[in-house]
């Protein structure tokens, strides 16, 4: 149960509307994190010219399912992924849908950090080191072993949650949409495409059951 309950606290909360990411391409600049698609032949996702390695899509993904388990287990019940999360969508199909587009989002607003003067202080450092470390010491194994995820590229996928905040936050300072309807203009400019290593990803294994609660 322990494990089930950091999943719980710790896991991304994932709110956004099940929305894709559109069409055509644009240039973003480049920050903490983010990968050239011409060097990196990891990526999973190419987020309108900005490529997401496969490790990173990994955690978003599996840390989506395992959330998702964990709250269905804690009101007694198993989640069926290949069922219906509306009509003509699974559940499995919906979740990785707002895992995407969560990403997309991510990319979009880490690539204004230098537009918006964001910077990470030593303090936040210190904070996302001990978040990295709070994951290996408290998730459950079968978690960690999906992700499969170095430690220094956990760490630079938490910055880049920070800067995304920051940025968002600083977008939003006068008004509180701002950040909504820009990311929205960004969808509708942009392509975004997956790769194999993303088609790859599935719910089939259940990462925690009713079983875990016993």
Known sequence: MKKL???????????????????????????????D??????????????????????????????TYEAYYISENKNIDWKSDMKKGVSWQEGIKSIVLDDICRREYFCSLAKKYDVQLSDSDEDNVKAAVNDFFEESDSGLVKKIDIKRQRLIEIFE??????RVESNVNSSDDNAADNMYK???????????????????????????DAK
């Open 5 to 35: 309950a950091v999943v719980l606290m710790l896991a991304v909360v994932f709110t956004m509307t099940l929305t894709g990411c559109s069409k055509d391409k644009g240039n973003q600049e480049t920050t903490a994190g983010q990968v």
């Open 37 to 66: 698609l011409s060097s990196n032949s990891e990526v999973a996702i190419n987020a309108g010219g900005i490529g997401v390695l496969t490790d990173e899509v990994r955690y978003y993904a599996y840390t989506a399912q395992a």
């Open 160 to 165: 880049k949650q920070k800067i995304q905040q």
């Open 185 to 211: 203009k960004w969808k509708k400019a942009n392509t975004v495409t997956a790769g194999a290593s993303w088609d790859e990803i599935n719910f089939n294994e259940h990462i925690f059951t009713l079983e």
